[in-house]
């Protein structure tokens, strides 16, 4: 057995059903003297389609065409696209053995420590949520900072915007009165 176990659930039951199967599947694996592994974490969707044709095809698009700076230069949207990404989003450092070429040898070596590389972020790194709050961020930033006026149909905004699940509650019974 290679198989690996995702289990996406969103009631009390399904996850009670998850981890029974997940045991089970333990059960066999151990047999086989194979060592298990379990991992449960809060479910997050990844991007939608509709978040990024969101911020592709109605947000950058109507920055590029209201914001003209004072020398007349305009940019197009993936420059704004870009320009929004480093800003909030920025850069990451991750240490990488990157092969280097050596002249006296006259072929790539691998060094034997790594080294820090820069390697940028990008929108499709982030969660559902993570990507609404760019959104929101980026629209707040146009309109603060160059005074763009979006126009969006009120549905399609909402219809991108990360909204929590919502827990049920127990309710608590009314004290009795004496």
Do not use: N
């Not at 059903?17 to 151990?30: F, I, N, P, Q, S």
């Not at 060592?35 to 479910?43: D, G, I, K, M």
């Not at 309109?143 to 127990?170: D, L, Q, S």
């Amino acid at each position: 057995m290679t198989d690996t176990i995702s289990i996406v659930a969103t009631t009390r039951e399904a996850a009670h059903l998850a981890v029974c199967r997940l045991y089970e599947y333990g059960k066999a694996l151990t047999a086989d003297q194979k060592p298990v592994l379990f991992t449960a974490a809060e479910y997050e969707d990844d991007i939608t389609a509709r978040q990024r044709g969101f911020l592709h095809k109605a947000v950058f698009p109507q920055i590029s065409e209201q914001v003209t700076f004072p020398d007349g230069a305009r940019f197009e949207w993936r420059v704004w696209k870009e320009m929004f990404r480093a800003r909030f989003l920025g850069d990451r450092f991750v240490m990488r053995a990157i092969p280097r070429w050596d002249a006296e040898a006259g072929r790539y070596v691998v060094p034997k420590r790594k080294t820090p590389h820069r390697e940028r972020v990008s929108t499709e790194d982030l969660s559902i949520k993570q990507y609404s709050k760019y959104i929101d961020t980026v629209i707040d930033t146009a309109v603060v900072e160059f005074g763009v006026h979006f126009h969006f149909i009120a549905e399609e905004r909402e219809g991108v915007r990360y909204v929590a699940p919502t827990r049920k509650t127990k309710s608590q019974p009314a004290p009795a009165e004496a």
